[in-house]
């Protein structure tokens, strides 16, 4: 293997150097033997220093692998980083959904209304007022009155109801196919008021349905003459703490009836064998599964009430109306997201 030719230059540099560090010949007539004895024994040492270098470079040289190149330095691998895991019993927290505003969804309802006392000018029609006190808005919002055509026509339409409300208070016209849309409605799963205190009359017809899969029967019916004694006639409240009597209002019991309708006073329910219905009023304080003249069923998305609206006082009945609309609505979005 040859030597690097940078040993070459530096050996002659050193020699080059010692050469000029000895003393020369003097002109004034030194002894020239002394001279080439001293450069005799520069060249001398600087063979020895020659070997040297040479036998310490071949000694590198030798260790060399046969490759020019100097083998690749092996890679760092850093000491793995361990994560402590957690404990078998630290539960997963799940990712929070946004919190829903549910206000905003209730007033952006859209809402389809059917009240018959269109042809008794001399009582308010207290839904109406109700739902304008309410303050609706971005929704859609349809009273059709008395009128069936109209209101089947925007049942059967493609606006999504989020609550239909059926007053029926004169008690004649809502009937058969009209309960069969609104159980369409309900199994889609959207909130359902019923005013209906004539279910002697009906509560084996296409209403059925909507009873069975709320999980109420028809009970007896409810009379009442001219001679009426007013406390037999007081509603009880069977749950105080339900919502539907405290939110958003607290609502006292009406116990006092200033009647309307004379005759029928309406009808008495009790739970059935399915559903999940619950007895929220009643005629007697005692008995939560008959005597029932308001329950509420499917989740709180279907309210049910068999005594008139008109015949209990209005600073009681409107405030207990906006808890129906609340409740109801509030159970719709919770059932649909």
């Known amino acids: 293997m040859k030597r690097p030719s940078w040993l070459s230059a ?3 540099l050193i020699l080059a150097a010692i050469a000029c560090s000895m003393p020369g010949v003097s002109t004034n007539g030194s002894d020239p033997s002394v001279a080439e004895t001293q450069v005799a024994m520069a060249v001398q040492q600087t063979s020895i220093a020659i070997q040297q270098m040479t036998l310490s470079a071949n000694s590198a040289v030798s260790t060399l692998p046969p490759s020019t190149l100097p083998p690749e330095q092996p890679t760092y691998t850093p000491y793995p980083t361990y994560t402590v895991a957690a404990p078998a019993d630290t539960a997963v927290i799940p990712d929070t959904p946004a919190p829903v505003d549910m206000q905003a969804r209730i007033k952006a309802s859209n809402i389809l209304i059917f009240e018959d006392i269109a042809g008794y000018p001399t009582l308010l029609p207290i839904v109406d007022r109700t739902i304008n006190s309410m303050n609706f808005s971005g929704g859609k919002i349809v009273n059709t009155g008395d009128a069936l055509g109209d209101f089947k026509k925007q049942a059967n339409s493609s606006t999504k109801w989020d609550l239909v409300i059926v007053a029926a208070e004169v008690r004649s016209g809502f009937s058969g196919e009209m309960f069969e849309v609104l159980y369409d409605h309900i199994n889609n799963g959207g909130a359902v008021i019923f005013e209906v205190w004539y279910l002697d009359k009906i509560a084996n017809g296409k209403i059925a349905p909507i009873l069975s899969k709320c999980g109420v029967d028809f009970f007896r019916d409810w009379q009442r003459d001219y001679t009426y004694d007013p406390f037999k006639f007081s509603i009880y409240w069977l749950d105080k703490s339900h919502p539907l009597l405290s939110t958003p209002n607290t609502v006292l019991a009406p116990s006092y009836p200033y009647p309307q309708w004379f005759t029928d006073a309406g009808d008495l329910i009790e739970l059935g064998a399915g559903g999940d219905a619950v007895l929220v009023g009643g005629l007697q304080p005692n008995r939560k599964s ?13 309210v ?3 005594f008139s609206t008109h015949d209990y ?3 009681i009945i409107q405030p207990l109306w906006e808890n129906y609309i609340t409740y109801t609505l509030t159970k719709h979005y919770e059932y649909v997201p």
């Open 290 to 302: 008959d005597y029932g003249v308001l329950a509420s069923c499917l989740g709180g998305r279907m």
């Open 10 to 12: 530096v050996l002659i």
């Open 304 to 306: 049910l009430q068999t």
């Open 313 to 315: 006082e209005m600073k």
